[in-house]
């Protein structure tokens, strides 16, 4: 499954929101009705970090202005004011099939 | 707490092979997989494969098929990953992570360069 971001590069003004795409070439909904989609976050010099999980559950300890929604081959992850410490560059990644596969990344910078 | 701390950074010949050690900590070993993620230079992430502690049940991504291989030691709560026939693009910081409701906790990398 290929995944494709957009954009590549998110120039935002901090307090402003954000919103990043991710499309998948087949669909991620399961029988089961949910998503396997995933969002992560990776920050400068860090290992990356889960956002969310199953198209829109935010992981433990992730602030409640990050949101995923979507279904199907589409997904949208939102911020909804941005602050500083959310440069870095996100990632979706899905897990429906067995073999993994993320989408490039989108870098979120400051204006 | 859970925790993955990986082995330190590797320096290798092309065509040698590195193995890169992942020790898990602070929760049940054999309930969750191990996968593992590597990040090229400035590029971005690309999952190579994942482990499950006990029943050894092993997948890997199609462009690393017949060249990595994923093991575990469950003894010392320990997952490993070993590349061989490794070639200069194969230099990479090396990830692994613990899959629960996504991949929560990840280690801190292992850099791992191939030089002549």
């Known amino acids: 499954i290929v995944m494709t971001q957009s954009p590549l590069s998110l120039p935002v003004t901090p307090g402003e929101p954000a919103s990043i795409s991710c499309r998948s070439s087949?669909?991620?909904?399961?029988?089961?009705?949910?998503?396997?989609l995933d969002w992560y976050l990776q920050k400068p010099g860090q290992s990356p970090q889960l956002l969310i999980f199953?198209?829109?559950n935010r992981a433990s300890g992730v602030p409640g202005r990050f949101s995923g929604s979507g279904s199907g081959t589409n997904f949208t992850l939102k911020i909804s004011r941005v602050e500083a410490e959310d440069v870095g560059v996100y990632y979706c990644?899905?897990?429906?099939?067995?073999?993994?596969?993320f989408g490039q990344g989108t870098k979120l910078e400051i204006k | 707490q859970v925790q993955l701390v990986q082995s330190g950074a590797e320096v290798k010949r092309p065509g040698a092979s590195v193995k890169v050690s992942c020790k898990a900590s602070?929760?049940?070993?054999?309930?969750?997989?191990i996968h593992w993620v590597r990040q090229a230079p400035g590029q971005g992430l690309e999952w190579m494969g994942r482990?499950?502690?006990?029943?050894?049940?092993?997948n890997y991504a199609q462009n690393f098929q017949g060249r990595v291989t994923m093991t575990r030691d469950t003894s010392i709560t320990t997952a490993y990953m070993e590349l061989s026939g490794l070639r200069f693009d194969d230099s990479a910081v090396y990830y692994c992570?613990?899959?629960?409701?996504?991949?929560?906790?990840w280690g801190q990398g292992t850099l791992v360069t191939v030089s002549s």
């Open positions: 992570a613990r899959a629960s409701e996504g991949l929560d906790f």
């Open positions: 482990i499950h502690p006990t029943s050894v049940d092993t």
């Open positions: 602070g929760y049940t070993f054999a309930g969750y997989y």
């Open positions: 990644m899905q897990t429906l099939q067995t073999l993994y596969t």
């Open positions: 087949q669909s991620l909904l399961h029988t089961n009705r949910y998503n396997y």
């Open positions: 199953l198209g829109f």
